[in-house]
């Protein structure tokens, strides 16, 4: 699907749904800018917007149509037998949190940047693609529809605001988690403790890599970023950064929570050995007597006695009550 939006250099919307053949004339015009949003294209939309109507070059077309786990940008510029125009592309990843999954989602969204064009490439619905559609329609984007710079900075901090409802998701879930360790620490709450773990982990690793791409944006290294735009880019990257922070911490309340329900797991297994190796110290004296009065030679003075059976288990019962008594003196249970 390609939707398409032209502004002028005031932040109006010109036209929207463009006809493919009007596009080289849009972009021929200095006082527009053309947005082009790719969702899901077939082959046929890509080949007729990313080379026919643009010319990029093949390398960032293979990269943005591949599925790729690693955030980058790289610059392009004509040499003299190209066709396009200098440009930068950009790879970058939306993530959502599902606590019914228990797993982040990624959806990558590409970048074609230039200096009167903007060309987004996604297979997947994306909300910060749509928020921004939504506010340039209503005519309540202002100042930021009069470059390409400004919409692709606000799809990248939308982008970044999109991954905070992800994040309080996880945090009521290692909030239930540390409530579960404590409560009950069994083998589901072990799993459970791994699985996000180990998707914390997957977090820090989608930020990280994209926090460097920003940081390039910030650090105003690209001629197409204008250097008025430079602080709403580093605006973006401070923003991630303490994304990343937050994640940070999150790793190191699960390494806590995993450690209380090791010593709760521990905790039980010694209550457990308690509570046995008092049930054979108790009933110690009760075997000892039994055994020895169960042997029945015939030499034993006891056998002819008229009242050694009670005799014999009163002092069993006896003997397991002080030895009862002892243990609940010193507290032992």
């Avoid at 056998?303 to 002892?326: G, K, N, R």
């Amino acid at each position: 699907m390609i939707r398409s939006l032209a502004f002028t250099t005031k932040g109006s919307l010109h036209s929207r749904n463009i006809d493919v053949f009007l596009m080289p004339t849009l972009l021929a015009d200095t006082n527009l800018f053309l947005w082009i949003d790719l969702e899901a294209p077939t082959k046929e939309e890509i080949y007729t917007i990313l080379e026919s109507v643009f010319h990029f070059h093949p390398l960032s077309i293979e990269d943005c149509v591949a599925v790729s786990q690693s955030p980058k940008v790289e610059e392009y510029t004509p040499k003299e037998d190209d066709h396009f125009a200098p440009y930068l592309f950009m790879v970058i990843h939306a993530v959502d949190y599902s606590r019914q999954d228990g797993c982040f989602a990624t959806s990558e969204l590409d970048f074609f940047l230039g200096n009167n064009f903007l060309v987004t490439y996604h297979e997947k619905a994306l909300r910060s693609v749509t928020q921004t559609e939504e506010r340039a329609l209503k005519g309540t984007m202002g100042q930021i529809a009069r470059a390409p710079d400004r919409v692709a900075h606000s799809l990248l901090d939308a982008l970044v605001d999109n991954y905070k409802p992800a994040m309080d998701e996880l945090s009521m879930e290692i909030g239930e988690l540390e409530q579960m360790a404590l409560q009950h620490p069994n083998q589901h709450t072990l799993n459970k403790i791994l699985q996000i773990k180990k998707e914390v982990l997957h977090l820090r690793q989608i930020i990280g890599p994209q926090r460097e791409v920003l940081s390039r944006f910030a650090r105003g290294e690209f001629n197409l970023i204008r250097p008025k735009m430079v602080p709403y880019f580093r605006d973006v990257y401070d923003a991630l950064f303490h994304i990343g922070e937050i994640a940070q911490g999150y790793t190191d309340s699960l390494t806590g929570i995993l450690q209380v329900y090791l010593n709760m797991s521990s905790n039980q297994t010694g209550e457990v050995v308690k509570l046995l190796t008092l049930i054979t110290v108790i009933t110690t004296p009760l075997m000892m007597i039994g055994t020895w009065y169960g042997m029945n030679f015939k030499d034993m003075p006891e056998l002819e006695h008229p009242h050694a059976y009670p005799a014999a288990a009163v002092l069993m019962v006896a003997s397991t009550l002080a030895t009862y008594l002892y243990f609940k003196k010193k507290k032992w249970f």
